[in-house]
């Protein structure tokens, strides 16, 4: 329960502080932070214009999109406290509710038939799928680190303290923020800001979609970008106290979104052919994980 | 003992009636013998999964010895899957079967080898004496091919049909190689001799004759690389039949595979391991190639490919759970493969139904040419979509269930293993990873780019909807599939007795199944109902929200541009560019261009074509080799009479005179090896 609530506050504000500290960084005033939020609000007043060539499918793929990201944040626990649900083998279930909302995403883009759509689809359902094969070997390295299989119990035991297990927590976040930026289509991966829809990926597939549903996709970004920012935190704060680990909370995500923001100000959008390869290095890094807990354990004898 | 002679009277009956009975008379006889013998089979398979097993001796003959059936729990849980398939497939066959009405003779064979088939496929299941599962195994493999070869004026579906037919013989030696070894030393043809037969001989020998009876089922269920008639059979045969077929036939391959499991007493963990390899690559290259398919059929057979890897690999922990002696490890490896076999033969059954009415309604399968059929075949394709995201392992249907399971067996396992477990299990995990992304790109292309966007190609008649009847079956098996994701515990609980089977002989066989199992599930599926309850609430938020507002249609963002054309839609091969790029070196693609020339331009082409980089090495390429060296010997058959008559003569002379030699010839010999 007390995750679901850290993770909508942060959510409210994450996008709101890349926002800025673009802004900032090229020199500008900027929105306030709450300017997504406001914005969405807006959105979810209006209307809908529907494209004549698409059918239910579009109608429908917003809200199953926005509620497989709100069951996937009900997944995920604060520290010792749970999840709203909780049980072994929670983070298989986390990946694939998130890919049952990226399934009606992708085919809600090919439904208007349109050729740009088309493109993003096609390359949304190419990255996702190598990000994915990270996530799992991380996941995975943790629970044979720690001997549990659930998001909560694997938290909960992550604070053995020696140097090494703090390494794989930072390569840890690594991964999972490289993996945030695949699913929310930021910075290295992708442009949001771009103003061509042929270098678009996930922008482009949501070209046709307006009003209330156009606002659930914007909300469902947000609130996936906070959720991996709590799956990060989640990595560190172990063991500590509320009145510790509440406000280290808000910092890590602070810092998670101001980074993002940064690398955004700072850096160039890679070459799409090379994105494929980028999420390759993703795994990589994620084995180099799983090596560590085996040298954590003594397990190569 | 009644039933068995019943079923057996049922069979022959109706297969002496059809040649005689009008067209519909035909297929209503034979779906009222597929139901009847349903009923009795399943009357004993029901039966067996509460915990009893049936015996029946008969007297065989004197080669044979007498011949057993038993009906335990692992052949009822195939037996109740076969029935369910084959009563759905010929309702559906009823009426897909139609169009071709005025085939009179034909149908009549396609009945006759569909109705040995259901009793063959069932035989199988419960058949304990290995002569006589030999026999009723090339009935099933011939009436197979009677069956895929219904349209058989078709160039192409003869090719198909010969090539399945070769390949199961080939899988037929391996089994006779198996069976017959056993019955030499041990001097019985009944399978309990392949455990004494293995109980003596320790080691390498079990490991040996376990691989020649997996070669042997492995072709049959088309575990990669043995796979090649699968892609080449499924697209030939009628849609009903290819169902059927990647539903229940390939399966018998896996039943097989099970079944020696049960009997042979090896090193079940090098089995295990053994099986777990060949799953992974079967899992990864039936996906992979799967992409690259531009027909229909052809796409969902390599998909088959890719499932029977996923069954493998729970059949595979299954294994090692045993030779490990780890309980409840090999509950949850044979639980996962056995609910994936269930699983699989639902939703793939669905889809290859729906791709039938996809080519009833519009006459072709490739995926280029169709195009926004969601609007003129809205059922359909809704039908399809479930069967798509269920075979993508996504919940809340089944295939996330199984998948669920399997994974679950390869965490636990990663508990108390040691770093070569370990890779293994990365590696396994790591493509049971790659194998749920590359499906859902699969399948996002299959079901956007045929039922999705608008029309591809102008069709020269109506394209619309099939009748209520022909979708009623389908609708059964969309049932099924929500319900197993929804309520899993059921069928996981009817698996307590096929597993109990695997399990029995474990030393500690400690922890009662069901409960464990349940333990693990019962959360999911609460995780599920709870997903589902936020679906519907954030639905009804939307049309709640949405109930004065302003809903208008316009035409489609173009981007500014205001004329287009369905033909500026992304195609499938766009659609799976960026990928083929990616995985150019394990595919097979070959490019025939023509590019538009010239001040008054001609048309110009662009084809690519993707080839089974497997089949050319394994299949193709040695037997172009032994075509060009049997080549050598062309001119012996030179067509001339005379010639003939000397090669008769030359035999006839060598036949009588060898043995009238045969002293001088060994003398001979061994004058030279004196020298």
Known sequence: ?301 | MNQIEAFLVITATVIFLIPFLKVKGKGLVLFAAILMNAFLSDYFAVQTLTGQSFEFTFPGSLITGPVNLRIDALSGWFILIINFIFITGSFYGLFYMKAYQSQHKNITLHSIAFVFLHTSLISLCVIQNSLVFLIVWEIMAISAFLVVIFEHDKMATIKAGMNYLIQSHVSIVFLMFGFIWVAFITGSYDFNAITSFTAQNKGATGLFLFLVFFVGFAIKAGFVPFHTWLPYAHPAAPAHISGIMSGVIIKIGIFGILRMITFIKADYYSIGLVILAFSVVSGLYGVMLAIMQHNLKKLLAYHSIENIGIIGMGIGIGCIGLGTNNYLLASLGFAGGLLHTLNHALFKSLLFFTAGNVYQATHTLHIEHLGGLIKKMPQTALLFLVAAIAISGIPPFNGFISEFVIYSGFYYWMQDAMVGSLMTIIFSVLALVLIGGLAMLCFTKAFGIVFLGNARHEFNHEVKEVPFLQLLPLYMIAFFIVFIGVFPQAFLNALYQPIHLFASNMQNAGIPFSEKIGDVLQPVTWAIWVFILIALLIFGIRKFALRHRKVAIETTWGCAYIAPTEKLQYTAGSFVRPYSKLFRPFLLTTKTEKEVQGIFPSGGSYKTRTFDQIEKHLIDNPIAAYKSFLGRFLFLQNGKLQFYIIYGIIFIVSVICIPLFYDQIVLFIDFIKKI
Do not use: C, W
């Open chain 1, 1 to 301: 329960m007390l995750s679901l609530i850290l993770i909508l506050i942060a959510a409210a504000f994450f996008t709101g502080v890349i926002i800025r500290v673009k802004s900032i960084a090229s020199g500008r005033k900027g929105p306030g932070i709450f300017q997504p939020i406001k914005d969405v609000v807006r959105l979810f007043k209006k209307g809908v214009v529907y494209s004549e060539t698409t059918s239910f499918v579009f109608q429908i793929a917003p809200t199953i999109y926005f509620s497989s990201v709100v069951m996937a944040m009900l997944v995920v626990p604060f520290g010792q406290s749970k999840g709203i649900v909780g049980f072994n083998g929670d983070f298989i279930f986390f990946a694939y509710i998130l890919a049952l909302g990226k399934f009606f995403n992708i085919i809600s883009a090919m439904d208007t038939g349109s050729s740009f759509e088309g493109m993003g689809a096609s390359r949304e359902a190419l990255f996702s799928m190598f990000a994915e094969p990270a996530f799992f070997i991380l996941m995975g390295s943790l629970a044979l680190l720690t001997g549990h299989t659930s998001f909560q119990e694997i938290f909960a035991a992550l604070h053995i303290g020696s140097y090494i297990s703090y390494a794989i927590a930072i390569l840890g976040t690594f991964v999972l923020m490289m993996i945030a930026m695949v699913e929310n289509s930021r910075m290295p991966i992708d442009d949001p800001k771009t103003h061509l829809e042929l270098t678009m990926v996930h922008e482009v597939m949501i070209l046709d979609n307006s009003g209330f549903d156009l606002g659930l996709i914007l909300t469902a970004g947000y609130l996936k970008f906070a959720l991996y920012g709590a799956l990060v935190v989640n990595l560190f704060i172990g063991v500590f106290p509320y009145q510790y680990s509440i406000p280290m909370f808000f910092i890590i995500q602070f810092v998670l979104a101001s980074g993002v923001g940064f690398i955004e100000s700072f850096m160039a959008r890679f070459r799409m052919s090379h994105n494929a390869q980028f999420i390759f290095v993703l795994t990589s890094v994620s084995l180099l994980i799983f090596f560590g807990v085996l040298l954590i354990l003594g397990k190569f004898v």
